[in-house]
């Protein structure tokens, strides 16, 4: 139950850096003024913190009577220790097999009774549980949800069946498919000291190897109060969520200190890499190339926000850089584009990608791609190109903000890397504060081979055994 890539690109459209103040200048004036406007923007959207220190956030939505009820936690893949790869995913299916209180399957099949919906994921930053049921279901969901997170109960036969499901996970979305395999390579390639570069599921031979102590001890450093965020949104009041909050999640008490999350950082790469794979079941070759860049948590001020521009200007449909140059003009590629994932609590990637149509190579869609970024490189974007994308990108976030679960997915993956509501509220303000002179800039800056890796995914001939 790993969390996709388009879900997640959903929630870190809004992800953004903490804003830090320390002098009263004119640059304070500034950062006050645009405070009280986001709050402004979004009145409505409550936030508290309960005794134990678990933060709430209450997002109305009267249009139907229906909840979604989310619990982060601020832990994730990166958050393991050397050696237990896999493990806090793995933590993520053993959360489902009872409590002190409440038996194994017990908790979903009171949900599939009254007609609910509910799910986990695990990214690199955070692992997150949620339900969509009607209003009176809340406080049971509540109940329910804080009794896990202090009363886990895990038993040594859920241990070894849990692990061979996980086992089955990998086998089904990475062993069998090779352009995971690729991705899982060149993401190892990319990050030469930072724990981005082990997949989030785990490599399988650490897998294997994961006991129940290892998910004891993270369960117990991680699933504390103090480090969750609870989202509730759809049709409910905040006073009644907080009464709620404080009766359930209240009573759980705070029994481990976190700390800061502290990871290694990446070196200044020097050297581009590449990683090729042949695999007998690829059809179709790929090409495909990130850099390491900024995220919204590390970038200078407005370069996230460039980026995620950039990678607009370069990816925004048919009229996007990419593929109106190797797609509609050259007919190079049957498909291609560009992404930024700027939502990560430490350094990120932006990426190009592409198939070639079947009379091109990859050599040629690669030269191709180079053509188009030597071409952003040498004579920058255009003022019409970045007002069109910065109208797109603003666009989708207020699209976004129709979905009550999408809105609880953005602020829980939002306020768990470490924005705050006002943040949330402006970002639609920084990106059109974002200048052609801003993109230009990023795009030179991070935009270098030396900081990349190329994967070329190519079918082979079947061996004969």
Request: aromatic share 8%; hydrophobic share 40%; proline share 5%.
């Amino acid at each position: 139950m790993t969390f996709n890539r388009l879900a997640l690109a959903v929630c870190l459209l809004l992800g953004f850096a903490a804003i830090s103040v320390n002098t009263a200048s004119a640059k304070d004036t500034k950062e006050a003024t645009k405070q009280a406007k986001a709050q402004q923007l979004a009145p409505d959207i409550p936030s508290f913190v309960l005794d134990n220190g678990m933060q709430v956030v209450v997002i109305p939505d009267r249009r139907a009577p229906v909840v979604t009820h989310m619990v982060w936690y601020k832990a994730g893949s990166a958050d393991e220790p050397p050696g237990k790869s896999g493990i806090a995913h793995y933590l993520e299916h053993l959360m489902f097999k009872g409590t002190k209180n409440v038996k194994s399957g017990e908790f979903s099949a009171r949900i599939a009774s009254i007609g609910g919906q509910e799910n986990a994921f695990t990214s690199y930053d955070y692992t997150a549980y949620f339900q969509r049921v009607t209003p009176e279901a809340l406080e049971e969901m509540m109940r329910l949800e804080a009794d896990r997170m202090e009363n886990l109960v895990l038993r040594q036969e859920d241990i070894l069946a849990e692990r061979d499901v996980v086992n089955e996970e990998r086998n089904a979305r990475t062993e069998n498919n090779p352009g995971s395999l690729l991705r899982e390579a060149m993401n190892a390639a990319l990050y030469q000291n930072h724990r981005y570069g082990i997949p989030i599921i785990g490599w399988q031979h650490e897998m294997n190897s994961l006991t129940k102590q290892d998910a004891i001890d993270f369960y117990d450093r991680f699933y504390t109060p103090n480090n969750a965020v609870l989202v509730v949104a759809g049709d409910v009041d905040a006073a009644a969520v907080r009464e709620l909050a404080e009766k359930t999640y209240g009573k759980v008490a705070r029994r481990a200190e976190p700390g800061e999350r502290v990871r290694p950082s990446e070196p200044t790469p020097r050297a581009a890499r590449r990683v090729i794979m042949d695999d007998p079941r690829v059809s179709t070759p790929s090409f495909s190339r990130q850099y390491l860049v900024p995220s919204y948590n590390t970038a200078a001020d407005r370069e996230a926000e460039a980026l995620e521009v950039l990678s607009e200007i370069l990816a925004g449909g048919s009229t996007g850089r990419m593929y109106r140059a190797l797609v509609i003009d050259q007919r190079i590629a049957s498909n291609a584009g560009a992404w930024y994932q700027g939502g990560a609590l430490d350094s990120t990637e932006f990426g190009f990608w592409g198939s070639p149509r079947p009379d091109k190579t990859l050599e040629e869609l690669e030269a191709a791609t180079d053509q188009v970024i030597a071409d952003v490189l040498k004579d920058g974007v255009t003022q019409a190109e970045v007002e069109r994308a910065q109208n797109r990108l603003i666009r989708s976030a207020v699209f976004a903000r129709d979905s009550q679960a999408t809105l609880a997915r953005i602020y829980g993956g939002s306020l768990t890397l470490g924005s705050t509501l006002e943040e949330i509220a402006s970002w639609p303000d920084d990106i059109r504060s974002v200048t052609v002179e801003d993109v230009n800039a990023a795009a030179r800056k991070y935009l270098q081979l030396k900081r990349s890796v190329t994967g070329f995914l190519r079918p082979s001939p079947a061996q004969e055994g």
